[in-house]
Antibody, heavy 116, light 108 residues
Framework: EVQLVESGGDLVQPGGSLRLSCSVS????????LHWVRQAPGKGLEYVSG????????FHADSVKGRFTISRDNSKNTLYLQMSSLRAEDTAVYYC?????????WGQGTLVTVSS | EIVMTQSPATLSVSPGERAALSCRAS??????LAWFQQRPGQAPRLLIY???TRATGIPARFSGSGSGTEFTLTISSLQSEDFAVYYC??????????FGQGTKVEIK
């Protein structure tokens, strides 16, 4: 069974940093690109970051470019999102998503709240 | 950047009725389109990919059609568990692109 489990969400002050993790099982980790998608309270889905299966290619949305960094450790079957210079508008549930071209499996999400 | 536009924003339907949701791409994306369902408090789940192929375990009452720039998700006979928000997303480019703004299907 494919599983993606996010962790690391927390309450953090504006300007602070946080690292999200996504631990996966049930499939060959190194064969799939992985992504982070977020959803602010009461809002729609926003694509945040993506990383290729071997980690050579990464992408970050303009809204997080220069502040967030996606990475993966294929030896630990874990995806990461390092977030810095956090803003109130980064408050959201962050989902870890597997892709097989299209997004086929989603984690349950982890809540990041940026507030003083 | 390819922009995805969904309509309507909200669709009010009675149980057992048919619902048709629209998604339009700002340029041709061939059949590289997926639909997702999100129930309250839950993560999104894949319904349709390749514009018309149902994902594993998705009931036959869900169907997708279209290609190029115009796409439709049809729910043939709405069940109580189908009242949710539906999103479309293209994957014509890498990384997969932006989502539509969503259509909320509510009970009439």
């Amino acid at each position: 069974e494919v599983q993606l489990v996010e962790s690391g969400g927390d309450l953090v002050q504006p300007g602070g940093s946080l690292r999200l993790s996504c631990s996966v099982s049930g499939f060959t980790f190194s064969s799939h690109a992985l992504h982070w998608v977020r959803q602010a309270p009461g809002k729609g889905l926003e694509y945040v970051s993506g990383i290729s299966s071997n980690g050579d290619s990464t992408f970050h949305a303009d809204s997080v470019k220069g502040r967030f960094t996606i990475s993966r450790d294929n030896s630990k079957n874990t995806l990461y999102l390092q977030m810095s210079s956090l803003r109130a508008e980064d408050t959201a549930v962050y989902y870890c998503v597997r892709s097989s071209a299209y997004f086929d499996y989603w984690g349950q999400g982890t809540l990041v709240t940026v507030s003083s | 950047e390819i922009v995805m536009t969904q309509s309507p924003a909200t669709l009010s339907v009675s149980p057992g009725e048919r619902a048709a949701l629209s998604c339009r791409a700002s340029q041709s994306i061939s059949s590289s389109l997926a639909w997702f369902q999100q129930r309250p408090g839950q993560a999104p789940r894949l319904l349709i990919y390749g514009a018309s192929t149902r994902a594993t375990g998705i009931p036959a009452r869900f169907s997708g059609s279209g290609s190029g720039t115009e796409f439709t998700l049809t729910i043939s006979s709405l069940q109580s568990e189908d009242f949710a928000v539906y999103y479309c997303q293209h994957y014509y480019t890498w990384p997969p692109g932006t989502f539509g703004q969503g259509t909320k299907v509510e009970i009439k």
